[in-house]
């Protein structure tokens, strides 16, 4: 059982590149989520899916797209990178217990955007 | 928007000590979470607290939850070195949509060997 699974562990990009960042889940959870986290902002919500098929925006959604694929995958993709995202992101599956979403998080991606 | 404010945060103390960290709010919460993060990693869930007055514990961890379920602390005993990390507590909204969390800063504790 692997849990949330990241892709890749460490990126570099120049300003204007593109890349995905993958996300996985074998916990059967329903809702997945972004978060970039930046010393001192604390974790800030990029954009989430409640189920499968649905997409909202987050508190940061800018310079950002997400795709759910299916119930275990969620892509973040940056169109064109930019200093100010460089940040570590992380990928999390809620498990609603009893009414409290328990989030599980995935081990990061550190960018850096040159 | 909803905040939760945590306090203090920066602590760094020597092993063997006691500690107490806060995690405060104007705001009425469902339920709230503590989670711990080590550096370099993903955050962890330490404990769930969904009822006002709730207490719980985890080995040396004593997480307590609000009568109001606006705030929470968390406690710990004798403090080790791999009590070393970040700490953060998170709420569901009792009003809005419970599919997101509102994320404090966290406190980053420190406990020197």
């Not at chain 1, 189920?51 to 959604?61: A, F, L, N, Q």
């Not at chain 2, 070195?81 to 998170?90: M, N, Q």
Request: glycine share 10%; proline share 4%.
């Amino acid at each position: 059982n692997a849990g949330v699974t990241q892709t890749p562990k460490f990126q570099v990009l120049k300003t204007g590149q593109s890349m995905t960042l993958q996300c996985a889940q074998d916990m059967n959870h329903n809702s997945m989520y972004w978060y970039r986290q930046d010393p001192g902002m604390g974790l800030r919500l990029i954009y989430y899916s409640a189920s499968e098929g649905t997409t909202d925006k987050g508190e940061v959604p800018n310079g950002y797209n997400v795709s759910r694929l299916n119930k275990r995958e969620f892509s973040l993709r940056l169109e064109s990178a930019a200093p100010s995202q460089t940040s570590v992101y992380f990928c999390a599956s809620t498990r609603d217990w009893a009414g409290a979403y328990e989030q599980y998080f995935g081990p990061g991606t550190r960018l850096t955007v040159t | 928007t909803q905040l939760l404010e945590q306090s203090p945060q920066f602590l760094s103390i020597q092993e063997g000590e006691n500690l107490t960290v806060y995690c405060n709010s104007s705001s009425v919460f469902s339920s709230l979470q503590w989670y711990r993060q080590e550096p370099g990693e993903g955050p962890v869930l330490l404990v769930t607290v969904v009822t006002g007055g709730e207490v719980k514990k985890l080995k040396r961890l004593t997480f307590q939850f609000g009568d109001a379920r606006k705030d929470s602390s968390l406690h710990i005993t004798a403090a080790q070195p791999g009590d070393t990390g970040l700490y953060l507590c998170a709420g569901t909204n009792s009003g809005g949509s419970n599919y997101k969390l509102t994320f404090g800063k966290g406190t980053l504790l420190t406990v020197n060997p």
